[in-house]
């Protein structure tokens, strides 16, 4: 299928969006702004709600599978995770200190990491905390950036790197199981992921078996970004060479979400511009 290119939002420089994920069914965005407000916004006649506003902003990163709820990050609150009703804007707290995190398709787990950034450690629990346990952990020379659940919820995907002593960086995407049982499966090594080291990534496991990631482009593009993707196993191995999807010019691609059935995927676009 032809990808097509359609905006979504449209907010001035000044007040940029923050975060944005796209609704199970694509029907709706939610996205935040620097300003504070969460909005809930109707893709197809780009109708607004506000579902939140005020001093203590909240960034939404996950949709539950049933469209009906969302986890949020309040970074000014102790990097707090909440759950979200997106009916009615009601908040729950859920824990401190957590950097970011995604529901399991069947929605009963929530994968997430350490407050750092990159980050160092990934947990899975149940959705009030309960079955708790270490899915990765680095050490000081190692870190994670984006991560992923697989469409089983059996494995998750996330960008790993590590600096050698050498000071040479070695990054890849890696699959491990989300009990963390086993070792990890190395799906494909590249030095784009990360760039120069600011510029976010982004990584999305689509129900079709395909890893879609962004990948920097090479100099003197650098500060430019384009989706690829590359088929994975149910078993977290990867099947086949990558495969580039976009070619895009003048931004950078990160913080994927998708639809379930994979016909709708989102992103954040920016542009850098020095003075």
């Known amino acids: 299928r032809e990808i097509t290119l359609r905006q979504l939002t449209e907010n001035p420089a000044e007040d940029n969006v923050t975060s944005a994920i796209i609704s ?18 109707l893709i197809d006649t780009g109708e607004n709600r506000v579902l939140s506003s005020g001093p203590e902003s909240i960034d939404p990163i996950s949709w539950f599978p049933d469209g009906t709820q969302l986890l949020g990050i309040k970074p000014k609150d102790h990097s707090s995770l909440w759950r979200i009703s997106a009916l009615t804007g009601n908040q729950h707290k859920l824990r401190d200190e957590v950097g970011n995190a995604l529901v399991s398709p069947d929605g009963l787990h929530i994968a997430y990491s350490d407050v750092s950034k990159p980050y160092h450690r990934l947990w899975v629990m149940g959705l009030d905390g309960q079955q708790l346990h270490e899915v990765v952990h680095t050490d000081a020379n190692e870190y994670f950036w984006d991560f992923s659940w697989s469409p089983t919820g059996q494995h998750i995907a996330y960008i790993f790197t590590r600096r050698g002593p050498d000071g040479k960086i ?35 496991w689509l129900r079709d078996g395909r890893l879609v990631y962004s990948l920097v482009e090479s100099p003197p593009n650098q500060l ?32 994927l979400s998708a639809t379930t059935d994979g016909s709708r995927l989102v992103f954040q676009r920016s542009e850098e511009h020095t003075s």
């Open 224 to 255: 430019d970004s384009n989706l690829w993707a590359i088929r994975v196993d149910p078993a977290g191995l990867a099947i086949g060479a990558p495969e580039r999807l976009t070619s895009w010019a003048g931004f950078s691609v990160a913080d």
């Open 170 to 204: 070695d990054t890849r995407i890696e699959t491990n199981e989300s009990e963390g049982r086993q070792r990890p499966n190395v799906v494909l090594s590249s030095h784009r992921f990360v760039g120069n080291q600011t510029i976010e990534t982004g990584l999305c």
């Open 24 to 41: 199970p069914e694509g029907k709706y965005l939610a996205y935040s702004d620097r300003k504070g407000s969460l909005f809930l916004r």
